[in-house]
């Protein structure tokens, strides 16, 4: 069954440093999200993203933040800066519709930012 | 912010008891949809129903919707152990150009063998 993939699933990292989280969507899908979770809290929409653009963003996803589908498979989420509070459980997702459609969800990635 | 809030937050049962959780939210949507989430790991799709739908059925899973009254529920019948997870309700909010779901804070299901 088609599924998306994540990684790293987990990494640690500097607070300050850049961090890319990487995901592959299924490959017939054309809308992309990220969500995150901080430990314990629910999950939180940051952007989607369609035709190379993003769609809608989240007040979270302010400038340290940025999307890529740099080469038509992956897609990226970038930290410019990573600060304490970026530190939860980062899900991709995917689906085929933009309206009604169900996400696949990726298995997530934790940051954790010391 | 039209965002869904489970009800209740926690909820322990006997394997073999039915499960019901509750979903409330706050503006029109398009759809609504309840996802699990085993600890530690993403975010299972189980079922959706649309706004012009009143109930439906996956399995051991029963979803209502009342759109008058702003709420879902989830029922999940005959529970198992392997039922044990955090379940959350998803709206898409029915504005237009928007594209995320928005996730309530979830209701912990724990289901005793």
């Known amino acids: 069954e088609p599924e998306v993939t994540q990684t790293p699933s987990h990494q640690v990292t500097q607070m300050g440093q850049e961090v890319i989280l990487r995901c592959v969507p299924i490959?017939?899908?054309?809308?992309f999200y990220w969500y995150r979770q901080i430990l314990g809290q629910k999950v939180e929409f940051l952007v989607s993203?369609?035709?190379?653009?993003?769609?809608?963003k989240s007040e979270i996803f302010d400038d340290q933040f940025s999307v890529e589908r740099p080469d038509g498979s992956n897609f990226t989420l970038k930290i410019r800066s990573t600060k304490l509070e970026d530190s939860a459980m980062y899900f991709c997702?995917?689906?085929?519709?933009?309206?009604?459609?169900?996400?696949?969800f990726g298995e997530g990635s934790r940051l954790t930012v010391l | 912010s039209q965002q869904g809030e489970e009800d209740p937050q926690a909820l322990s049962i006997q394997e073999g008891e039915n499960a019901t959780m509750n979903c409330s939210y706050k503006?029109?949507?398009?759809?609504l949809q309840w996802y699990r989430q085993n600890s530690g790991r993403g975010l299972v799709h189980l079922i959706l129903?649309?706004?012009?739908?009143r109930e439906k059925h996956s399995g051991r899973l029963r979803v209502t919707l009342d759109t008058s009254k702003k709420s879902s529920s989830l029922l999940i019948t005959a529970s198992r152990a392997a039922d044990t997870a955090s379940y959350f309700c998803?709206?898409?909010?029915?504005?237009?150009?928007?594209?995320?779901?928005?996730f309530g804070k979830g209701t912990k299901l724990s289901v005793i063998p």
């Open positions: 998803a709206t898409e909010y029915s504005g237009a150009g928007s594209y995320q779901l928005t």
């Open positions: 997702a995917s689906s085929a519709e933009a309206v009604g459609g169900e996400l696949f």
């Open positions: 503006t029109s949507i398009n759809n």
């Open positions: 129903i649309r706004s012009n739908e």
């Open positions: 993203f369609y035709n190379n653009e993003i769609s809608e």
């Open positions: 490959s017939n899908h054309l809308y």
